[in-house]
């Protein structure tokens, strides 16, 4: 038996290294359907809302930006200056109150476009104005400011090293849209702001007009604490509620100020000044080191950061947090953390299989020591730096099947199937028997094979610049956005105009 057992494994080996003699065969770029957005303006998240959402809104790919568009000209949001300071605007206080808690704006792109001709841009302005701060209010701005400037991502203004940088184009970078997710039942989405704490929703139930610029959306958002960051956000399995990861201002999960914490609460709370961090509120995880990822199906949400955990949500009574565990010779031999995970379940709504992903982001002063007049071969000597960081790490795609839930140690043990070693895998998606991510650093689209007895990389696709997200569109298509961020510009890398700050669509093929 374990003789057949082997021959099984070869089989399914050679069968992969075969399909891979044809590695771009199953995916096909389409094109981009968006292109030359402004530094400022990166397009980041992104969700498929389908034919559910009428009043022209549904059957569309919905791509929140990474800051905050400021192309009416009556805008005063202030600026950075060249020394990366706050400069005054000339209507200080609505202006800073205006790009602290605007709306940020989506690109709608239908899901028959193949190229930008259709693609809209629908600016969210905040539909009630918030009133203007006060002192002390400011003063709480300011300090989110600062933990902005330290930990960045934020604009460059204009200098001598890198001449391309268009500082009249520049916003300051108050409001990346870390997190966002689309709830088909109530037809709207829910987004959280990463450095300001706050947490947004929209009713695309209701049609916006593009003509002046506004939309739909919900007057309040929920502060989750003051220099309290967002992170990925979810609705639960039946949309009642909404899962967010929050973390504080201290980066190093070990560390003794470290926040991070995984909290449910309901989606109309957002329409209030509820703080989510409210000690008499307990949150689901307290100490969520494994709070990163979040993953929901119809029967549970899990969670992935150094290990995983199945949450069923129950109303009225404790939520059960189920851990998983490592089986003999299956736990990672190198540290991990799991950013992005898919989870299958069976008909009875048990976990089966777990394919997640390990990645972190290493700065360029974490890995060597800059020039002052960083330039091409700067770039490439911190992209290989980067994927030798990456390797030691163990970054990559890891697969575990997961057992029947023991009643006795109150757990599910993973039982590790393979790992497929990648530089900075991002974002997964699964559709029948293809998984597909993409590989920031790597600059790649995988395809893997999950159907072989051993899955395996039957394909790739160079990108052509770093991405960001990936999702699953209408049918047999993918979109991805593409950027160059702050740290590549800061090792030599040049603005490419239209060829990055983009987003692409792809076809592929699945059995």
């Not at 704490?197 to 929209?202: A, C, E, F, T």
């Not at 549970?300 to 069923?312: C, K, N, Q």
Request: with cysteine; glycine share 8%.
């Amino acid at each position: 038996m374990k003789v057949m057992n082997y021959k099984a494994v070869v089989l399914s080996v050679l069968a992969g290294l075969l399909a891979a003699g044809g590695a771009q065969a199953g995916i096909t770029k389409v094109g981009k359907v968006y292109s030359g957005a402004k530094p400022a303006d990166k397009p980041y998240q992104m969700v498929h809302v389908g034919s559910e959402v009428g009043n022209g809104m549904g059957n569309a790919v919905y791509v929140a930006f990474f800051a905050t568009r400021t192309d009416d000209p009556g805008n005063t949001a202030p600026r950075l200056d060249q020394n990366n300071v706050l400069e005054p605007a000339p209507n200080t206080e609505e202006g800073f109150a205006y790009d602290i808690t605007g709306y940020p704006a989506f690109l709608r792109i239908p899901d028959g476009a193949n190229d930008a001709s259709q693609t809209q841009v629908w600016a969210f302005p905040a539909c009630a104005p918030y009133a203007l701060p006060t002192a002390s209010e400011r003063r709480i701005f300011l300090d989110r400011v600062e933990i902005l400037e330290e930990f960045g991502p934020q604009p460059r203004p204009v200098n001598s090293a890198r001449p391309d940088w268009d500082a009249s184009t520049w916003t300051a970078f108050l409001q990346p849209l870390h997190g966002m997710d689309y709830s088909a039942s109530r037809g709207e989405l829910v987004g959280g702001l990463t450095f300001l704490g706050k947490i947004l929703r929209w009713n695309l139930n209701v049609p916006g007009t593009m003509a002046n610029a506004s939309g739909v959306c919900n007057p309040d958002s929920l502060a989750v604490g003051q220099i309290t960051r967002s992170r990925l956000i979810k609705y639960s399995p039946d949309s009642g509620k909404v899962i967010a990861a929050l973390r504080g201002n201290e980066e190093d999960i070990n560390d003794a100020n470290a926040l991070l914490q995984l909290r449910k609460f309901s989606p109309d709370s957002v329409d209030g000044a509820t703080n989510l961090l409210n000690p008499g509120v307990a949150p689901l995880i307290a100490n969520a080191t494994t709070g990163h990822a979040i993953y929901v199906t119809p029967h549970a949400t899990y969670t992935g950061g150094s290990g995983f955990r199945r949450i069923t949500l129950n109303n009225g009574t404790p939520d059960d947090v189920v851990d998983f565990s490592f089986a003999t010779g299956s736990a990672p031999t190198k540290p991990v953390s799991f950013l992005n995970m898919v989870v299958q379940e069976n008909a009875s709504g048990e976990p089966t299989r777990i394919y997640a992903l390990n990645s972190r982001d290493w700065d360029p002063d974490e890995l060597m020591t800059v020039p002052a007049a960083p330039d091409a071969a700067t770039l490439a000597a911190y992209k290989s730096a980067f994927a030798t960081a990456a390797s030691a790490f163990g970054a990559g795609l890891y697969i575990y099947d997961v057992s029947a839930y023991d009643p006795i140690n109150e757990e599910y043990v993973l039982t590790k199937v393979t790992d497929i070693p990648a530089v900075q895998p991002v974002e997964l998606v699964l559709d029948g028997n293809r998984l597909f991510f993409n590989d920031r650093i790597g600059q790649e689209l995988v395809e893997v094979d999950v159907s072989l007895a051993l899955p395996a990389k039957v394909g790739t696709l160079a990108t052509e610049c770093l991405s960001s997200n990936l999702i699953k569109g209408a049918g047999k298509t993918l979109y991805l956005t593409s950027i160059w961020s702050e740290q590549l510009y800061s090792v030599g890398a040049t603005l490419s105009g239209a060829a990055c700050n983009a987003v692409e669509k792809y076809n592929y093929t699945s059995n």
